[in-house]
């Protein structure tokens, strides 16, 4: 793809706060070759206007979490699993996927409902996981001579926003450097053939299907002449060619044939976002449907789908009810049981519904969608002191999950804490890298009555460590 193009998924609204936004200095760099910390930088600069402002960003700790698992298996894989790699979802139809500076990797819903099994999905984020392994955004930089991190800030998303309005993409595109830009496509189909070889290993050594690669990409291929001149988004930054699917193909040659079965997970994260689709009415009856006319691959997914819909519809006797029937078998997930115990809590049986999640929480301690859910549940039904006691034992056991502090900082709220509630937002802002808003937090946390000496010198503390930190990163620039 298009070397700048990696980096997309951030409509043009957001392109004139992205431009402001204190990046470090690309000119000597970039012809020496762009660090991983610099990369890391820009990457997280771009992932954080994308939570802020686009409007396709989902924020969903489930199907997040399945991502990052997928996700992170295929990197283990890869050959420079050490990059550390971020997988994040976006509810848009289009069918895409783009990797980003420093290992973040947007995933479309519509490629997750496009692909037929859990292999195909594995060989796209193999691909993308590849593009950012073979350094193709940094290698494509280096052959421009003065870019600064303003400039190729501006020429990424201009492109960015290619998958909103391809229209004020291009005037954005041209406005940006159009030259710059042209001048990389000589890499384009280059990097596109590495990251289908350096892919494919990845996936065979990770113990997907590789036959699945090129299956899903000839599909996509031949879909493409009932769009005619409106091809997929991931085709238009993805150039696809005969040659390269025959690649593809050959690589298959000597590999014994693998039968791999799909994930339960990967079943439920298509159901649920199918289920997002549409009035909550039209979910329910198309999952109804399935199950009447028994359409369906795993029926417990669909199941499953049905009870998403029902909590659209606010109808939680009819998604609890819906959930018993999947518990009595074999199949239980953390997904299943944080909506079963939602649905309890919803329908009006707190302690059934709380018992359900401690429950859960003591079998899949890691799954952190349960930890959320368990938190906003105590706040939600004024359990303060319980989910103050459960956020800090949280907080202790994952202290570099800024969702937590933002959660914390919400019961502070509610419990009239208003300086410790400044501070844990400061603690989320800092890990998602907004040094200035964090400090900006911390000082009205000092200004905040009733804080006893404790919080104060901890408050005090923090904002002269983030206000050095500050520093330092401006020498840096």
């Not at 992170?72 to 997988?87: C, K, Q, W």
């Not at 496509?185 to 113990?207: H, P, V």
């Not at 238009?236 to 593809?248: A, G, K, Q, Y």
């Not at 570099?400 to 802002?429: C, N, P, T, V, W």
């Amino acid at each position: 793809m298009l070397a700048v193009a990696l980096i997309w998924g951030v409509p043009d609204m957001i392109c004139a706060q992205a431009i402001d936004s204190n990046l470090p200095e690309l000119g000597d760099a970039a012809g020496a070759g762009l660090s991983m910390q610099t990369e890391k930088k820009i990457g997280q600069e771009i992932m954080n206007e994308i939570r802020m402002r686009e409007p396709s960003y989902l924020d969903d700790p489930e199907v997040e979490a399945y991502l990052n698992q997928l996700g992170n298996r295929l990197a283990a894989a890869s050959p420079d699993p050490g990059i550390g790699f971020y997988f994040f979802p976006l509810n848009d139809p289009m069918i895409n996927a783009f990797a980003m500076f420093g290992g973040y990797i947007g995933v479309n819903s519509g490629l997750i409902l496009a692909v037929q099994n859990e292999s195909e999905l594995a060989g796209v984020l193999a691909h993308e996981i590849s593009h950012v392994t073979q350094r193709h955004l940094a290698r494509g930089i280096a052959r421009q001579n003065q870019i600064s991190g303003v400039s190729l800030l501006a020429m990424a998303v201009a492109l960015l926003a290619a998958h909103s309005n391809a229209d004020v993409a291009g005037a954005a595109m041209a406005s940006a450097s159009a030259g710059a830009i042209q001048a990389q496509l000589g890499f384009t189909r280059d990097f596109e053939r590495e990251a289908d070889r350096i892919g494919f290993q990845t996936l065979d050594k990770a113990g997907f299907d590789v036959r699945s690669m090129a299956a899903f990409f000839a599909r996509l291929q031949r879909a493409t002449r009932n769009y005619e001149n409106n091809a997929p988004v991931y085709l238009r930054t993805h150039p696809l060619n005969v040659e390269r699917i025959s690649d593809m193909q050959n690589r298959e040659q000597g590999h014994p044939y693998r039968q791999v079965l799909d994930s339960l997970d990967f079943h439920l994260v298509r159901a649920r976002l199918q289920a997002m689709r549409g009035t909550p009415a039209e979910a329910v009856a198309y999952f109804k449907t399935l199950l009447t006319e028994q359409k369906t691959l795993n029926v417990t997914a669909t199941q499953y789908g049905l009870a998403v819909a029902y909590a659209r519809q606010n109808d939680w006797q009819s998604a609890e009810k819906t959930l018993a029937d999947i518990r009595q078998g074999k199949d239980a997930t953390p997904m299943i049981e944080r909506l079963y115990a939602e649905a309890r809590i919803k329908r009006g049986d707190l302690a059934g519904g709380l018992s359900v999640f401690r429950a859960a929480l003591n079998r899949y301690p890691n799954a952190n969608a349960l930890v959320y859910a368990y938190g906003e549940s105590l706040l939600e039904n004024r359990r303060l002191e319980d989910a103050q006691a459960f956020l800090d034992q949280s907080i202790r056991k994952n202290s570099a999950d800024a969702r937590l502090y933002k959660l914390q900082s919400r019961i502070y709220a509610a419990s009239g804490k208003a300086g410790l509630q400044h501070k844990a937002l400061a603690e989320a802002y800092a890990l998602e890298g907004k040094l200035a808003a964090a400090i900006e937090q911390l000082e009205l946390a000092q200004k905040t009555g009733g804080n006893d000496f404790y919080a104060s010198s901890a408050i005090d503390a923090r904002l002269r460590q983030l206000k050095l930190r500050q520093q330092e990163e401006a020498k840096l620039r």
